[in-house]
């Protein structure tokens, strides 16, 4: 299967796993770093010049889905990614009534994740979102925002609930 991914793709790292089936949309517009893993029933989607940038040693679980559309989205290196996640950096305006949301511009926001965060199972992170180092988001999460390094995010909305203090190096609890 990785093979065949390699035509679809600008570029797809050494001893990168890519399971089918696999959708992908825009493909020319997605770079697939080295030792990148990406486990069945994962869908990218570029839309409108947008770009993804998956770079090396990231793991991504079964059924993922991840929309770019006008910008880069990375994904940092060393990330994990568990299954059923969503990651975009677009939203659907709906102002004009009369039309439906899918036929209406998109409005796009800078979405990054950082290097060697972990998304838990079944979270959504939206458009406008930006994960710093290490940060950790719990299962079916809905996150929106700019979250600092070395954080814990859990909820819906997603809320800071643990930062790691590097004067004591001890992981505290955020009221």
């Known amino acids: 299967m990785t093979?065949?991914?390699?035509?679809?793709?600008?570029?797809?790292?050494?001893l990168s796993y890519v399971g089918k089936p696999l959708f992908i949309i825009?493909?020319?517009r997605i770079i697939i770093g080295n030792k990148v893993r990406i486990f069945p029933g994962a869908r990218f989607e570029t839309h409108n010049n947008g770009h993804i940038l998956i770079e090396?040693?990231?793991?991504i679980g079964q059924n993922f889905h991840l929309i770019s559309s006008n910008q880069e989205l990375v994904i940092g290196k060393h990330t994990t990614i568990s299954g059923?996640?969503?990651i975009t950096n677009m939203d659907h305006q709906y102002d004009k009534i009369g039309i439906h949301v899918l036929k209406q511009d998109y409005l796009v926001k800078t979405t990054n994740i950082g290097e060697n965060?972990?998304?838990?199972?079944?979270?959504?992170?939206?458009?406008?979102?930006?994960l710093g180092k290490q940060c950790i988001v719990g299962a079916?999460?809905?996150?929106?925002g700019s979250y600092p390094d070395?954080?814990?995010?859990?909820?819906?909305?997603?809320?800071?609930?643990?930062?790691?203090?590097?004067?004591?190096?001890?992981?505290?609890?955020?009221?």
């Open 140 to 144: 079916n999460s809905v996150v929106r």
């Open 26 to 28: 825009g493909g020319r």
């Open 3 to 14: 093979l065949l991914v390699r035509l679809k793709v600008q570029k797809i790292g050494l």
């Open 84 to 86: 059923n996640v969503f």
């Open 117 to 130: 965060c972990f998304i838990g199972y079944g979270a959504v992170i939206q458009a406008g979102t930006t």
């Open 56 to 59: 090396d040693d990231v793991s």
């Open 150 to 175: 070395y954080c814990v995010i859990v909820g819906s909305p997603g809320r800071i609930v643990k930062q790691y203090n590097v004067t004591t190096q001890k992981w505290e609890k955020m009221n």
